[in-house]
């Protein structure tokens, strides 16, 4: 074969494979879009010329330490969210996302232990009761020292400390610790186990045995079930009335407050849910009343927030509670979560609640049934004077 013949195929070879390689690239497009959709932000690259131009300037220059690509996308992705003028749509890291999960399951693997650090950098220790580490021997008031030998700093941080105490269901881990007063540091070796984080404290308050109290303090996956414990315990031990406290509960599982609604309505509307489309979804009572005939106080302030709003919005509206405090906080809008592939996670508001008589509780919150003003005096005696109320209502009806 000539060279030009040997030329000209050589040059209709490469033709053909930049002809196939243009196909195949317009295929795989075509199928990514037909899976995922395209968005409306999949065509911004000409947009983000300014972007990138800005940090190829600051890695050439900048004097400290540049931050890792996905240090910088991170940050990017927090700054540009914040665009939206939301508080309600984030954008989580992964571990946070983990740590997320697993206050909404109401258990993970680990040993039993809230863990804080005190104004001198000291990590104290504060176990679960009937957890692994209360167990093993961890008091309250700990003072922590090391993780399987690796010594705390004053620059790690609760987070890092989290992370090494946590692990499998089973495995063990070494706690160094210094008992409150004492100076000799003790080894103590935890099995981890699945921890559950109870979400509700109940009694019978001192001051009235016929009143039942119940602490709930989130919404999780458990809560619906420790509710309804609660409350057939307090019956057996002879409440005749209940009060709900529902004080500085920031919300959690929306299907939490529906479950919790139920052990108190004899069916009929919990919330109802509208979206952006204008669709509206309505959520029903549909198990037995377990409260039944029972009255009920619920505490509320101006920490009541989102499913804890649900549940004292349908109480109120429904005249199954009297609401007993301070207006609550006013966040009333549902977040959708779509978890990313490198295990962080971005919230979207994507609709807002309102109660059965369809009163918005987005930005506008719940108006108590009767306020009660704190008074500093009673701030600095430790007199709980909206609970004191609640008692003298219950009392009085």
Do not use: C
């Amino acid at each position: 074969m000539s060279s030009n013949k040997r030329d000209l195929l050589t040059i209709l070879m490469v033709f053909l494979l930049v002809i196939l390689s243009f196909a195949t690239g317009f295929l795989v497009n075509e199928l990514i879009e037909t899976r995922f959709g395209r968005g409306p932000f999949n065509d911004m690259g000409d947009e983000f010329s300014v972007f990138w131009e800005a940090w190829d300037r600051i890695g050439n220059n900048y004097i400290g330490e540049v931050p890792t690509n996905q240090d910088i996308t991170y940050g990017a992705t927090h700054g540009s969210i914040r665009v939206l003028d939301d508080p309600y749509t984030l954008f989580v890291e992964p571990v946070a996302r983990e740590q997320e999960r697993e206050r909404l399951r109401g258990n993970f693997g680990g040993v039993g232990v809230e863990l804080s650090r005190d104004e001198d950098g000291v990590f104290i220790l504060e176990p679960i009761p009937g957890n692994p580490a209360e167990e093993a021997g961890v008091l309250s008031g700990d003072i922590l020292i090391a993780v399987d030998g690796h010594e705390l700093t004053p620059e790690t941080t609760v987070q890092e400390v989290a992370e090494l105490v946590r692990g499998e269901e089973g495995t063990q881990v070494v706690l160094t610790v210094m008992h409150e007063g004492s100076d000799e540091h003790s080894d103590i070796t935890v099995t981890r186990a699945t921890i559950l984080l109870p979400s509700v404290s109940f009694r019978i308050l001192p001051q009235d045995e016929g009143i039942g109290y119940i602490r709930l303090s989130k919404f999780t996956g458990e809560s619906g079930e420790e509710i309804e414990e609660a409350i057939l315990s307090l019956r057996q031990d002879g409440a005749a009335h209940l009060i709900l406290d529902l004080r500085q509960n920031g919300g959690g599982l929306r299907d939490a407050a529906v479950d919790i609604s139920e052990h108190f309505l004899d069916g009929g509307t919990v919330v109802f849910q509208t979206s952006k489309d204008g669709d509206e979804q309505e959520f029903v009572a549909e198990k037995g009343e377990i409260a039944e005939g029972l009255p009920v106080v619920v505490l509320v302030d101006e920490g009541t927030a989102s499913a804890a709003e649900i549940v004292a919005g349908a109480l109120q509206d429904r005249e199954r509670a009297t609401l007993i405090g301070s207006p609550t906080f006013g966040k009333g809008s549902v977040q959708l979560v779509f978890d990313l592939s490198d295990g962080s996670s971005v919230h979207v508001t994507s609709a807002r609640w309102l109660t059965p008589n369809r009163k918005q509780l987005d930005q506008q919150g719940l108006q108590p049934d009767i306020v009660v003003e704190l008074t500093q005096e009673a701030i600095d005696s430790g007199v709980d004077e909206i609970l004191e109320r609640a008692i003298t209502f219950l009392q009085q009806g």
